[in-house]
Nanobody, 127 residues
Framework: EVQLVESGGGSVQPGGSLTLSCAAS????????MGWFRQAPGEKREGVSI????????NYARGVKGRFTISTDLRRDTVTLTMNNLRPDDTGVYYC????????????????????WGQGLEVTVSS
C-alpha cells in the first residue's frame, strides 16, 4: 500500500520558518519525483517545489525561490520542505505528491501526471 504521510505544519508569524516532511512507503522512492503543492483558501492547488530523487534536480515556483528549500533523504524515503521568511500568502494546505519522471510533471501544472498524493496539512502564516 502506498502512503505519503506529511508532518510539520502549523501556525507561524510572518518572517518565521517551518519545515514540512513527507514520509513515503509502498513504492520505489528512488525512482520517483517528489513534489510539494499547496492550496490557499478559495484558490486552486498550485505547485510549490519538486525534486527528482534519482539525481537531486529541483524546481521551485517563482514566489518561493530563495525562501523554500526542498531536499530528499533516500535512506529514510522522506522529502522535506524547509520554508523560511514565510509570508501570509504562503498560508494554505500543503500536499506531498509522488510521480514518475516526465516533462509535464516537471512543470508542476498537471496534477494528473502525479501518481500519489498525501492527505495534506495546514500552514497558517499570520500575525
Amino acid at each position: 500500500e502506498v502512503q505519503l504521510v506529511e508532518s510539520g505544519g502549523g501556525s507561524v508569524q510572518p518572517g518565521g520558518s517551518l519545515t514540512l516532511s513527507c514520509a513515503a512507503s509502498g513504492f520505489r522512492f528512488g525512482d520517483y519525483v517528489m513534489g510539494w503543492f499547496r492550496q490557499a483558501p478559495g484558490e486552486k492547488r498550485e505547485g510549490v517545489s519538486i525534486i527528482a530523487n534519482f539525481d537531486g534536480s529541483t524546481n521551485y515556483a517563482r514566489g518561493v525561490k530563495g525562501r523554500f528549500t526542498i531536499s530528499t533523504d533516500l535512506r529514510r524515503d522522506t522529502v522535506t520542505l524547509t520554508m523560511n521568511n514565510l509570508r501570509p500568502d504562503d498560508t494554505g494546505v500543503y500536499y506531498c505528491a509522488a510521480g514518475r519522471p516526465g516533462a509535464l510533471l516537471w512543470t508542476m501544472k498537471y496534477e494528473g501526471e502525479w501518481s500519489y498524493w498525501g492527505q495534506g496539512l495546514e500552514v497558517t502564516v499570520s500575525s
